[in-house]
């Protein structure tokens, strides 16, 4: 019991990264590839901030009440300072995917997988 | 998007909430130090009421509310604040982004630091909101030949 | 850290994230995106990340479903994925393999929560001393702000945020660079017009 409360989280975000891997392997629409690579991308960004709990814990705002030298009150920040600009550049990078998604479609008209390995065979 | 939309209650209510969604963001930059909060927060919030407003008016009349020329350049504004402080931070004396080194006149300590994680957090601010906005922009992009002749 | 909260919001992100990779409707997959991310936030809030579910929030529930939803206007309005998908063998036992392994794996991480993990430890396992309790315990004193995220966001690990936004910068330089390109034919097409009229 002691062993599935303390690692259950694992194994919904294991789940959740083979849905992400699944699209990408078994789909034929380029779009729907690149949805599954940001919800890869999600289940890596709460992979990390679920290792940064404690327990009985507060959130890392420096309160009064609880002295900083016992330092299992707070919660560890460091996780949550490298994710929080993760997301924000996972955003713009998606950008650029639909950009070049947008190029695919004006050149070849089609975003299906299998036909367009076809069509650039031809050249 | 290219088009006005028809329903009053989306006109309505969009130009109602903007500005105040714009002021709410930059409460959330400023407000970094004390509460959730910070540069990248308060740059997204500014980039979703524009972009509010190009959603529900089109994108022929909202460009009088913020061109499409303004995207990359204030982007490359919040870079350089942010290099900026850095660089001074080298040339007075510190490594860069050394805080210590850097001048404020009037302040030293731990509320020069303080400032200067401000003075950060603005130009991390404006430069999320100039690229998301670009991005957008570019995206949304089309051949316009046919309605300028 | 309630357990029951955080099994029942896991689930439910499980469940709208198969639903938007398997609907044959494209304009499906993108609002069931913004809501696995909405619950996505709510449950990095319920895990006591605040500062992570606020731009989730934000960035996650609002422009990602925006973005998917221009580049369907702009690809293919019809919005019907055609065909489903193939089984090839490989590729399933590529992906079994690849879920097994780090099912096993994950059995010899630490228990979620001990403060006596290698992660949260005091003396670090080589002695040294251990980069987060150092934030946690001298940001106050240093910089005299209370929200520890935006001290080490802007003053101890200062640089890896320059290096973010100039990732940043460049996604949006690239973007511009591959997409605005109906300036110079407007100008000069222009140009003709002018000299035609004036004849």
Known sequence: MEFFLGHYAYWFIITLLCIG?????????????????????SSIILFWVACAVKWNATVPIYDHAYPVEQTSLYINPLPHTLMLTAIVVGVATLGVAFALLIIIYKNYKTLDEVELIEEMKKW | MKERDESPIVLIV??????????????????????????FQGGSMLAASILLIRLAVGSRISELHFKRSWGTP???AGVSIFFGVGLVAMILGGELLNYDYFFIPGVTGPMLRSLSILIIEIGVGLAVMGILVSIYDDLLEEDERREDL | MHWELEIALLVFILLTGWTAISAKSLLTSAVTLTVFSFLMALSFVSMGAIDVGFTEAVVGAGITGLFIIIAIYKTSWRSIERFESRFKIGRVLALAAFGALLIYGSTGLPDRGDPNAPLHSHPSMAGTVNAATYYIQNAYKDAKTPNMVTVILADYRGYDTLGEEVVILAAGLICFLLLRTTRERREGERRKSDRVDSQ
């Open chain 2, 14 to 39: 969009s130009r109602a909430l903007s500005p105040f969604i714009m002021l709410f963001g930059a409460y959330v930059i400023a407000h970094g130090h004390y509460s959730p909060g910070g540069g």
């Open chain 2, 74 to 76: 204030l982007g490359v």
């Open chain 1, 21 to 41: 891997l699944y699209t990408v392997l078994f789909k034929r629409n380029l779009l729907k590839q690149v949805i599954g690579l940001s919800i890869f991308q």
